[in-house]
């Protein structure tokens, strides 16, 4: 068999130093995250991408959420936090009208991340669809609102700039969605998923972030890098996971898949 040169694997040691020892030294290099995420019922993901991205090096977060919970803002505290509002749907999901704050805060910010918590609504749906598709920002994705590009790879999974953090379960649904001829399978080991999502990203413009048992998987345009992080459960390492990519990647836009490999050392040192 030949040699997995598209493979790069990563330990303690980061395989990109450089990008490591290259960081912004003060906030206004540092660059802006647009966080958007929450509903009615169901807010948690914004808040705890905004504590990570603080943590990752940001330089300015800025938190946009329904406005149905206005009066529920104890989760988000910090000095240099900006919350700003969309209107919402009666139920509390963002409504058809929020895509003007949406476009707001991607022309302040350098990139997006959608971090969850959305709801399952229509108007939402049209929403995310709509902004992905008019703004050039880069746009990390997880949880629930990944289900959006899931719902409709058939165009999203052309949108160049995106990354979509994603567990096995979502990864699988993806595939059939788009009508993969290859089926994703919790049995897989890690080599063969690694074969199966190098191939995969030749053909679509997304970069793919999976957590295969206590190794996290990144492809992008072909190219595969693992790192072995054991710090979060099954049900807890996308947001944390997807934040710091997100705040490596605004910080590093021409290199992409270094700064997503990088992004998992810094965060499991």
């Known amino acids: 068999m030949a040699p997995r040169t598209y493979w790069h694997k990563q330990g303690k040691t980061p395989l990109y130093p450089d990008l490591i020892w ?26 705890i991408a905004y504590q990570e991205a603080i943590a ?14 206005k009066k529920q803002l104890e989760h988000f505290q910090g000095p240099s936090l900006e919350i700003t509002y969309a209107p919402s749907t009666p139920s509390g999901s963002f409504a ?6 949406m476009h707001d805060g991607a022309s302040w910010a350098d990139g997006i991340l ?15 669809e709509k902004l992905l598709k008019a ?12 289900e959006y590009v899931i719902a409709h790879p058939e165009t999203l999974l052309q949108r160049p700039n995106t ?6 379960t979502q990864l699988q649904r993806l595939f059939k969605n788009n009508k993969s001829t290859t089926a994703i399978t919790h049995s897989m080991d890690l080599v063969q998923l690694i074969d199966v999502l190098h191939e995969w990203t ?20 072909g190219e595969v890098s693992t790192t072995t992080n ?26 992409a898949f270094q700064a997503m490999t990088s992004a998992l050392v810094e965060h499991d040192a």
């Open 135 to 146: 703004t050039p920002h880069s746009i990390t994705m997880t949880q629930d609102a990944a």
């Open 96 to 101: 058809s009208r929020s895509l003007a704050e």
């Open 22 to 47: 290259s960081r912004p030294e003060n906030k206004q290099a540092a660059g802006k995250l647009l966080i958007i995420g929450g509903h009615a019922y169901g807010f948690s993901a914004p808040a």
């Open 202 to 221: 030749k053909r679509c413009k997304v970069a793919c972030i999976i957590k295969h048992n206590d190794t996290v998987v990144i492809a992008y345009n």
């Open 56 to 69: 990752a090096g940001i330089g300015s977060a800025r938190v946009l959420i329904p406005d149905h919970i």
């Open 114 to 128: 959608l971090a969850g918590d959305l709801g399952k609504n229509s108007e939402t749906a049209i929403v995310i």
């Open 163 to 168: 990354a979509l953090v994603l567990t096995l």
């Open 230 to 255: 054991t710090d979060y459960t099954e049900e807890t390492w996308q947001i944390p996971i997807a934040t710091h990519i997100a705040v490596w990647w605004l910080q590093n836009p021409t290199k």
